[in-house]
């Protein structure tokens, strides 16, 4: 097992990252928190997949809520129903809510357990590449509003974070090529080592230490800036063209990931623009092997 740490504002948040570790996750949540139940929020594509295993890891009562996979889901309602069941199920500010699904669960799952009786201790097992590597370590939670993703929400700490690389298995090819848009984004803002990794065609062999190198990264530039108002703007390398995009396109005709790649690419052109060496051809190799865009569809006025 490989293991990262990280004190937030609220408290030690700690990495584990292995292969096979959702077969034993009971018991690693066991070794760190003493609940005397536990409720673990997932989705509908995800629940039929590992709900079961997770939850017969415990000989404590366990609850469940499946929301909707999407994410149009994403909004106060769902965790206004969240907490419902968190009610319903008798959960305390002792017990433990588990977060255990992609981008989506994990930021609904957050902002609950940081609201729900002021605070309730979080464990959140990303099951997307693009969670392992980036939405379940760093404490952003929240939901979108009508007027724009991401608008509600709270820096809250996960006590603890649980990486399986194993559960990328059941991803589709193109959920899996959204996460490696941020792996290679992470390669060219700290870790050129990540980009010779994943150019290497078996490199879905050693994810987890690809995983590991990203979530590292992370790690790393939250350490320093929490709250996101410095440094953690490194991390938004493609996203602000990226976003653009997404937003033009009405968030269905690209993904995030999608939009990340082409962001990337317009960022390095743009910096070529201002007197920058051009960088921008071998990144578009590596999108393309990857199965990523790279060319803007949108206008550039628009954009
Ligand atoms: P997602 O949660 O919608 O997951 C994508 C799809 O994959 C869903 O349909 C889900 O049900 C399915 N899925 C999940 N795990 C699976 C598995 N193991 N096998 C098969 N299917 C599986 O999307 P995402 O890309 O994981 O996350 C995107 C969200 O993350 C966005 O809402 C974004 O705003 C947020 N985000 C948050 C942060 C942060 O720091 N908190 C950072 C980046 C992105
Ligand atoms: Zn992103």
Do not use: W
């Not at 066991?30 to 709900?51: G, K, Q, W």
């Not at 499946?66 to 500010?93: F, N, Q, W």
């Amino acid at each position: 097992m490989q293991t990262l740490s990280l004190t937030g504002a609220n408290g030690l948040s700690e990495i584990c990252i292995e292969t096979g570790l959702l077969n034993h996750a009971g018991k690693a949540m066991l070794d760190v928190f003493s609940p005397s139940r536990v409720h673990i929020v997932t989705d509908s594509t995800v629940a039929p997949l590992y709900l079961e295993k997770l939850t017969q890891q415990f000989d404590l009562p366990v609850s469940s809520t499946v929301i909707p996979a999407g994410e149009e889901h994403k909004r106060l309602s769902t965790v206004e129903g969240i907490y419902h069941d968190l009610l319903a199920a008798g959960m305390t500010r002792k017990d433990l809510i588990v977060a255990l699904g992609g981008g989506v669960v994990g930021d609904i799952t957050g902002f609950a357990a940081a609201t729900f009786l002021r605070s309730v201790s979080l464990c959140q097992i990303p099951t997307t590449l693009l969670a392992q590597v980036d939405s379940s370590v760093g404490g952003k939670t929240g939901v979108d509003l009508a007027e724009g993703k991401n608008l509600v929400g709270a820096f809250y700490q996960p006590r603890l974070v649980l990486i399986d690389p194993d559960v990328l298995a059941t991803l589709p090819d193109a959920t899996f090529a959204d996460g490696m848009a941020e792996v290679v984004k992470y390669g060219y803002i700290a870790n050129p080592a990540i980009l010779e990794m994943v150019s290497q065609p078996d490199y879905q062999a050693h994810i987890g230490d690809v995983i590991y190198e990203c979530v590292k990264i992370k790690r790393d530039v939250v350490a320093i800036d929490e709250h996101d108002t410095g440094l953690r703007m490194i991390l938004n390398f493609g996203h602000t063209i990226g976003h653009a995009a997404e937003k033009l396109g009405n968030y269905t005709e690209l993904t995030h990931g999608q939009a990340v790649a082409i962001g990337m690419v317009a960022a390095m052109r743009l910096a070529a623009l201002r007197g920058d060496a051009d960088l921008s051809a071998p990144l578009i190799v590596l999108l393309q092997q990857l199965g990523l865009p790279t060319e803007l569809t949108h206008d550039r006025e628009a954009i």
